[in-house]
């Protein structure tokens, strides 16, 4: 896999496709002029500034991690910059139980305004996913723009995430007394911390973040510099000085009440409870501050059950964040723990072929699932997408059921619930 998932040429049905219709379809090679064009097309893709040279520079070191994928129109005005781009890589998923499943991380989907609608991204996102079931690869994810683009590709939301905002005069603390301290940290003596806390705060639906992301949360890179300087760094150590948490935020004054400024959290990160307590009552007792915005926290975030007035802790909105696509249905299943031991036969139905069939999921008591295909009568029917807004546990068959995407007798359903939905809400804490 190591090299393999960049090597592999692009693929055959895409490139043919797009053929026909006059443009070429290929994996964008080392050349730095060829990359930058890339970049710059992503850019625009995505109504970004027009990326200066320091930018591009910086962008460059990410490709040797990614799959990056274009489409060139020859009869362009500018044939050098893409029409239409992707990039992809491979990256653990975090699932029920712990573990995690090999996934095919795709991001940067953009077809330009002046080819949209011909079947461009069609193309691009089937050949992404037939590239991944090439790699062996059990499930795609991804984030998206707009909700209405991927549910026809067999992705689904799988982890949700909402945005709150924090009247801070009313959410007074009645949480946990933290047993350790909050200090000020400089940015960048976070930098070689903050992966490892990141990784031990994980639940399921949460994807390794790569160093450049680091980076650029952390405002470590040139470009950066001016953008990040309003961010400040506390880190949260327990009472043996281990660190186990940190907060990026940044305060915004509000005209001339010095009384009314806000905060933005940029991240929040906690590995334990304590952390978590620890973060949180800081950032509730600045001074000065009346509102705390923060986004990407968890559909079951702790926080409103540790203040006053559940009420201050306000959900501003709550979004489908994370998508994910079952390309191995056998694979994806076993990978997860399930809640408790039992036996149900799943038919999935999936035009583009990758998950369709008819399994026996069958559970033991330590929650590790077997799957094999079966004839037997199916119990419960649902399309990929369904199946993989279940995988994770964040998303009821019953609710999918009175929706339309799932059937079966109720009784089968309730089962399947049992099976998969797990206590904690999935979670992924960031884009990507
Ligand atoms: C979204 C985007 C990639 C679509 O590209 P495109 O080449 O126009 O899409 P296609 O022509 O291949 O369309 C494929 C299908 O998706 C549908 N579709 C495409 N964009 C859609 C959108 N924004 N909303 C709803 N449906 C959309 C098409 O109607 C078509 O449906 P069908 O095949 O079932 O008839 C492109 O509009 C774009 O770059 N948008 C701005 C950047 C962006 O949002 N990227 C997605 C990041 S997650």
Redesign the pocket.
Known sequence: MDELFRTLPADTDSREALAARGLRYEVVGTDPDERDAFSQAVNR???SAIAEAEELYEAREGFADRRTTAVWDATAVEPETPV?TVDSWPTPLTVPGGGSLPAWAI???????T???????????EGELRTARALRLPIAA?????A???G?FGFAPAASAVDLVIDTRRAVWTGPQAAGRVHFVQRDALRPLAPGIEQRARVAGDVDRWPGYWDRLLGLRASQAKKAADVRAVRYDDEHGEPQGFALYRVKEAGHDFSRHTIEVVDLVAATTDAYAGLWRYLLELDLVHEIAVGLRSVDEPLRWMVADPRAVRTRAQSDHLWTRILDVAVALEGRTWQTAGEIVLEVSDPLGFAAGRFRLAVDEAGRATVTTTDAPAEVALDAGALAAVHLGGTSPLTLAAAGRASGAPEALERLHALAVTPLAPRLSFWF
């Not at 991804?142 to 707009?146: A, G, I, P």
């Open positions: 893709g995505f109504y239409a991001s940067a989907v953009t077809v330009a305004p080819h949209r609608r011909r079947g461009i991204a069609r193309a691009l996102l991804l984030t998206v723009s707009e209405t683009i991927y026809r």
